[in-house]
């Protein structure tokens, strides 16, 4: 039984659909085959759009009696006639009898909101309702996964920091974090995270294959293919599996233009391509033999490493680019070069910066002309 209050009195719940499968799997077995049913079983049924609760009745002269001591008993989820077969002893059992009782399955539902609460910090354990809802969050990973599973819930709420170590959440899980500052994400080798979605949170580890991130601030993160957006950056982020990455809307979370003070790609040796869109802040490219990306600035500073030392690099928008790289291709089309380029003398030079740059022809009008 779950405890779902501890002071100033100790209350348990007792799900009794739970109880009756207990009860057949104690019939089915060797031991419990010769003997008589415990009990009889009348499922929901639909009443003018009402789910109806199933009825539970104990037969055949079994009584039931609770393990004796100063706690109060819950009996939900069925109408029945434990009440009536109770062995009484000091603990006090609340039946909630009622014609019109509606089906337990489909409150737990409501109670779910369509997520999994999970929080290190729980003291709820197991599996059974209400474990797993928001006020009564589930303390392991492995049995919110469950709880998931066996209700059809794909999303699962983090409320404290944690460490995915070696469950299989492969198959489209989505993983949203209470807040950014007070939930980190460590993802484990052993933990299966593919397909999976991660938002609001802070993140670190390695991931599996084709996620997605939203809203996060990335640490060191490995294995990367797929799409994160509107992410803070702060560490190394690692491309793999020879799949594309893209990065849209997201900025640099470490503050000042120091060496090395910048988030880094690394782009895991040949074949990961990167479609950067809409960056802001400082980036370093690292680790790079092959690939063909595009790289486009809000505004900020780009650093190709000695690291890099093949591939083809085309940058765009408002970007001051550092080529420290020791080979391949960087092509140049920020709107930097494209100011650099234009005669300084022609009204008609600055029709066509316009043509080129759209929105920062006034920039362009106030650097070639001042205030005029």
């Given at each position: 039984?779950?405890?779902?209050?501890?002071?100033?009195?100790?209350?348990?719940?007792?799900?009794?659909?739970?109880?009756?499968?207990?009860?057949?799997?104690?019939?089915?077995?060797?031991?419990?085959?010769?003997?008589?049913?415990?009990?009889?079983?009348?499922?929901?049924?639909?009443?003018?759009?009402?789910?109806?609760?199933?009825?539970?009745?104990?037969?055949?002269?079994?009584?039931?009696?609770?393990?004796?001591?100063?706690?109060?008993?819950?009996?939900?989820?069925?109408?029945?006639?434990?009440?009536?077969?109770?062995?009484?002893?000091?603990?006090?059992?609340?039946?909630?009898?009622?014609?019109?009782?509606?089906?337990?399955?489909?409150?737990?539902?409501?109670?779910?909101?369509?997520?999994?609460?999970?929080?290190t910090n729980s003291p709820y354990s197991g599996t059974i309702f209400p474990v797993g809802t928001r006020q009564y969050p589930s303390c392991c990973a492995d049995e919110a996964h469950q709880i998931a599973g066996e209700?059809?819930?794909?999303?699962?709420?983090?409320?404290?920091?944690?460490?995915?170590?070696?469950?299989?959440?492969?198959?489209?899980?989505?993983?949203?974090?209470?807040?950014?500052?007070?939930?980190l994400l460590t993802l484990d080798t052993g933990a299966d995270t593919s397909s999976c979605e991660f938002q609001n949170m802070q993140i670190t580890g390695e991931l599996d294959n084709d996620n997605v991130l939203r809203?996060?601030?990335?640490?060191?993160?490995?294995?990367?293919?797929?799409?994160?957006?509107?992410?803070?950056?702060?560490?190394?982020?690692?491309?793999?599996?020879?799949?594309?990455?893209?990065?849209?809307?997201?900025?640099?979370?470490?503050?000042?233009?120091?060496?090395?003070?910048?988030p880094k790609i690394d782009m895991g040796g040949s074949g990961q391509d990167l479609a950067l869109r809409a960056y802001s802040g400082g980036l370093g490219i690292i680790n790079c033999s092959d690939t063909t990306t595009?790289?486009?600035?809000?505004?900020?500073?780009?650093?190709?490493?000695?690291?890099?030392?093949?591939?083809?690099?085309?940058?765009?928008?408002?970007?001051?680019?550092?080529?420290?790289?020791?080979?391949?291709?960087?092509?140049?089309?920020?709107?930097?070069?494209?100011?650099?380029?234009?005669?300084?003398?022609?009204?008609?030079?600055?029709?066509?910066?316009?043509?080129?740059?759209?929105?920062?022809?006034?920039?362009?009008?106030?650097?070639?002309?001042?205030?005029?």
């Open positions: 039984m779950v405890e779902i209050q501890s002071v100033p009195t100790e209350i348990r719940q007792l799900d009794l659909d739970v109880f009756r499968l207990a009860l057949k799997d104690l019939e089915d077995d060797e031991e419990g085959m010769p003997w008589l049913d415990t009990h009889q079983h009348n499922p929901s049924v639909t009443v003018g759009g009402a789910i109806l609760a199933k009825v539970i009745e104990i037969i055949n002269g079994y009584s039931v009696t609770f393990e004796d001591g100063q706690y109060a008993v819950n009996l939900v989820g069925a109408n029945s006639n434990v009440g009536d077969v109770v062995n009484v002893n000091q603990v006090s059992v609340r039946s909630a009898n009622s014609a019109g009782l509606q089906d337990l399955n489909s409150l737990q539902a409501a109670s779910f909101n369509g997520e999994v609460s999970l929080d209700r059809g819930i794909k999303t699962i709420r983090i409320m404290s920091s944690m460490t995915f170590d070696t469950v299989d959440w492969g198959g489209g899980h989505t993983f949203i974090g209470d807040s950014v500052p007070n939930v809203e996060c601030l990335i640490h060191d993160l490995t294995y990367t293919n797929g799409f994160i957006h509107m992410c803070a950056l702060q560490g190394t982020i690692t491309l793999g599996n020879a799949e594309q990455s893209t990065i849209m809307d997201c900025y640099s979370n470490i503050p000042g233009g120091g060496v090395g003070a910048y595009v790289m486009d600035f809000d505004s900020g500073r780009v650093v190709f490493e000695s690291t890099v030392t093949g591939g083809d690099f085309t940058v765009r928008g408002i970007c001051d680019i550092q080529d420290d790289s020791t080979g391949g291709t960087i092509t140049d089309d920020t709107v930097n070069q494209a100011i650099d380029d234009l005669p300084t003398n022609t009204w008609a030079a600055l029709l066509s910066a316009n043509r080129v740059v759209g929105s920062f022809g006034e920039a362009i009008r106030k650097t070639l002309w001042g205030s005029q």
